[in-house]
């Protein structure tokens, strides 16, 4: 077997391409799709989003230290690249994408109605890491659509949703079931 050894670069993939809404007011409600994300903590739960001190959003998010992560799916592509290729400079992108802000219930910043989930976060820390400053963020609320929601067992169906994984430049749509958490060391069943 060989390999290849490349520069270090950013090859952790695929990741998602959430969309993240921010902003206090109507006037300030902008949407940025963001790839470097994550969760980071369970308890608290924590996530965190790596942006570009360039971009429009980024004043928005330092200044009101809250946003929303909006999970994106299959109908909600071309949505999430367009908000990820424009800049609210320019753009208002809740209206030209069709895009419907709700108010959250803890942070300024608006949900988007059509994603799935909808993860509000207050920022802790903002570390200047170089290229992208990272929030640090605490979840303070979730929001998820009823529609996923199994009514018999309760459980909720995002794959129903059909999520989008982002990688090496392409948008790809989850689907196929191949294993479950713990399904290695499970007991066959005779
Ligand atoms: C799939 C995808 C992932 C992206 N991930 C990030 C990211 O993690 N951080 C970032 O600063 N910009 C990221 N961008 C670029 C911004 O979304 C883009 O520059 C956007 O136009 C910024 O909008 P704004 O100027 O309205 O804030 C990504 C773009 C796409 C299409």
């Known amino acids: 077997m060989s390999k290849v050894i490349w520069k270090p670069g950013t090859m952790l993939y695929p990741l998602p391409a959430v969309m ?89 910043a608006p949900i988007i109605m059509e994603s799935p989930v909808n993860i509000e976060c207050k920022v802790k820390d903002i570390i200047e890491l170089g290229s992208h400053h990272m929030f640090i963020s605490e979840v303070v609320a979730v929001h998820a659509d009823e529609k996923y929601i199994d009514k018999k067992s309760g459980l909720f169906r995002l794959n129903d949703a059909i999520p989008i994984c982002y990688s090496h430049g392409k948008y790809y749509e989850t689907g196929k079931l191949i294993g479950k958490f713990g399904f290695s060391v499970e007991k066959k069943k005779k």
């Open 20 to 108: 993240v809404s921010c902003g206090a007011l109507p006037e300030e409600y902008n949407i940025i799709t963001i790839s470097w994300t994550g969760t980071i903590c369970t308890d608290p739960a924590m996530c965190y989003i790596s942006v570009r001190p360039g971009r429009h959003s980024y004043n928005i998010l330092k200044n009101n230290g809250e946003y929303v992560i909006n999970l994106t799916t299959k109908s909600l592509v071309y949505a999430a690249d367009w908000c990820g290729v424009k800049s609210g400079s320019k753009h208002r992108k809740f209206s030209e994408m069709g895009l419907t802000p709700l108010p959250a219930s803890i942070v300024k």
